[in-house]
């Protein structure tokens, strides 16, 4: 399976990262607003980033790749080269497993995260507590399949446009920005961080 790592290094994974945790931020904050009808604060940082969208989306990129091109691509070649009555059940197949195992890092993530800040911050970033299915609080059968089918449309479908688009960037660029973001990330992080030990409480802009 070959990885963006092999060519690019570090900087194009480091801008994947803050796309996908700023797209997840502003998921998270119109569903919200949808549903809810109020803005709401989402993550941790005071930046319009959720990290664990992109931590979550590179690890399945490490540990599966994509369904036509990764660990499992085999079984999708063995299944495209089936007689047509057999070839779209089989491929179903393949992406029901690839489903399944995607669900896996992004609710090992949350369980971690949710249970980690709970415990040591004191702090409940989320709570599926309402939720019939659920662990903790942290983990919800329904938004853990949830995560699985979103990453598995998008690992099929937008993935590799995307993983283009980051490589055909300057260089220079890449790395400004990424210097950039990290800087005020980490500062965000701790700004956050002492707010949290001084006042007790986590700061909500909204």
């Not at 993530?109 to 507590?129: N, Q």
């Not at 990453?151 to 479908?157: E, K, R």
Request: proline letters at 4%; glycine letters at 8%.
């Amino acid at each position: 399976m070959k990885t963006l790592a092999a060519r690019n290094g570090a900087l194009d994974y480091a801008i994947l990262f803050y796309l996908i945790s700023f797209w997840g931020w502003c998921t998270e904050t119109i569903l919200f607003l949808v549903r809810w009808g109020k803005l709401a604060d989402r993550g941790f940082l005071t930046l319009p980033f959720c990290a664990i969208y992109g931590t979550a989306v590179l690890a399945v990129h490490f540990l599966l790749g994509t369904p036509q091109k990764g660990r499992l691509a085999p079984l999708f070649d063995r299944a495209s080269a089936l007689p047509r009555g057999k070839k779209g059940a089989a491929q179903a197949g393949v992406f029901a497993l690839y489903f399944l195992l995607a669900c896996l890092p992004p609710a090992l993530l949350e369980l971690a995260v949710g249970v980690g800040f709970r415990s040591a911050l004191h702090v409940r970033l989320w709570d599926y507590g309402y939720q019939k299915f659920q662990l903790f609080g942290s983990v919800s059968l329904s938004f853990t399949f949830l995560w699985g089918g979103l990453i598995t449309l998008g690992m099929a479908t937008a993935w590799e446009p995307l993983c283009e688009y980051v490589r055909s960037l300057p260089r220079t660029f890449k790395r400004a920005a990424v210097t950039s973001l990290t800087v005020c990330v980490l500062a965000d992080l701790a700004f956050n961080l002492i707010y949290l030990l001084v006042t007790g409480r986590h700061l909500k802009l909204f």
